[in-house]
Each structure stands twice: as structure tokens, then as C-alpha cells.
């Protein structure tokens, strides 16, 4: 049984920084991903990182404000976002993929199999 625990949510204005943490118990992983949830959408991928060989995945939507990274010694990944903006304010889920294929991004919710409890993030205009 993987378990994951995030933290890092809070308040924020537009234009500031967050930076999301999901620590991971158990065993190794093909990926790690961050989703979100806004009210009343569905859950939609945010960034992914592959394990082993450290290839990282965005939405269009946060590329080039977002940063998704890994510390393998911690089984920790993170997630850094900066310029955040109000329509990025949703529930931040972190999950866990077993397994993949190459050449087969993990940017679906199918391809996770663990996810932590979610962690609030509120950007303020």
C-alpha cells in the first residue's frame, strides 16, 4: 500500500508562488503526477514526472510557470508554481503510477493507481 501525504496549499495573490510537496511511502514508482480539481470541473492533469529517468510532462495551461520535481532519496516529488493565477485555484491532488509504457505519457487519471487526500490551493485576483 502506497501512501502519500502533500502539503503546501494556502492563500495566495495573483502573481505569487506556491510550491506543493507529496511525500510517498512504499514502493518505487514509474511516475508521479500532480492533478487539480476546481469546483464543479473535473480532475485534470497539471505535471508529471517519469522516476527513473526524470522526464517531465505539463498542461499547456502551466508550462512555462510550473515546475515539477523529485528527490528519489526522500520519495518526494514537488511542485513549484510561480505567476499563479486565479482560475489556477483547485483542490491539488499528487499520485502514484506503477507502471507505463514508453512513448506513453502518464497524463491520464486511468494511469495512476495511489493518490494523496488533496491540498487546497486559493489564488486571489
Known amino acids: 500500500q502506497v501512501q502519500l501525504v502533500e502539503s503546501g496549499g ?6 505569487g508562488s506556491l510550491r506543493l510537496s507529496c511525500a510517498a511511502s512504499g514502493r518505487t ?7 487539480r480539481q476546481a469546483p464543479g470541473k473535473e480532475r485534470e492533469f497539471v505535471a508529471a514526472i517519469n522516476w527513473s529517468v ?10 512555462g510557470r510550473f515546475t515539477i520535481s523529485r528527490d528519489n532519496a526522500k520519495n518526494t516529488v514537488y511542485l513549484q508554481m510561480n505567476s499563479l493565477k486565479p482560475e489556477d485555484t483547485a483542490v491539488y491532488y499528487c499520485a502514484t503510477s ?3 509504457r514508453v512513448g506513453v ?20 485576483s
Do not use: E, H, N
Not at 29 to 35: D, H, L, S
Not at 105 to 124: A, E, K, L, M, N
Open 10 to 15: 494556502g492563500l495566495v495573490q495573483a502573481g
Open 29 to 35: 514508482f514509474y511516475a508521479m503526477g500532480w492533478f
Open 54 to 63: 526524470g522526464d517531465t510532462y505539463y498542461a499547456g495551461s502551466v508550462k
Open 105 to 124: 505519457p502518464p497524463i491520464r487519471t486511468y494511469q495512476y493507481d495511489y493518490w494523496g487526500q488533496g491540498t487546497q490551493v486559493t489564488v486571489s
Open 98 to 100: 506503477r507502471s507505463g
